[in-house]
Nanobody, 127 residues
Framework: QVQLTESGGGSVQAGGSLRLSCEVS???????VAWFRQAPGKEREGVAS????????SYGDFVKDRFIISRDKATDTVYLQMNSLEPEDSAMYHC?????????????????????WGQGTLVTVSS
């Protein structure tokens, strides 16, 4: 069973930055690590993904070059650097893994099951 440990959420003002971290317990068997977010009453949104094999990245349309996903192979950790945050970015951010899919194919899946899902870290952006 994949264990995902997230950290880095918090409260910031609009225009500020946060960096989220996700420690992945089974890096070698994971095809993709992604960040999703979910605000109260809204569907899950795919934020960004990174393939564990080659580091290829993909982003949701709303990211607009504000976020960067990266990985540290030495510590099996994936980061999400979020800049120019807007109040609309407020949500619970979850780290997730998938053993088969990655990229936009994964990010556009708003309802289907994933192979691993973290407890989430809350991001609140005030105007």
């Amino acid at each position: 069973q994949v264990q995902l440990t997230e950290s880095g959420g918090g409260s910031v003002q609009a225009g500020g930055s946060l960096r989220l971290s996700c420690e992945v317990s089974s890096w070698r068997t994971t095809h993709c690590v992604a960040w999703f977010r979910q605000a109260p009453g809204k569907e899950r949104e795919g934020v960004a993904s990174i393939a564990t094999s080659d580091g290829r990245t993909s982003y949701g349309d709303f990211v607009k070059d504000r976020f960067i996903i990266s990985r540290d192979k030495a510590t099996d950790t994936v980061y999400l650097q979020m800049n120019s945050l807007e109040p609309e970015d407020s949500a619970m951010y979850h780290c997730a893994v998938d053993f088969r899919r990655c990229g936009l194919w994964l990010l556009y899946d708003t309802k289907g099951p994933l192979d691993g899902w973290g407890q989430g870290t809350l991001v609140t952006v005030s105007s």
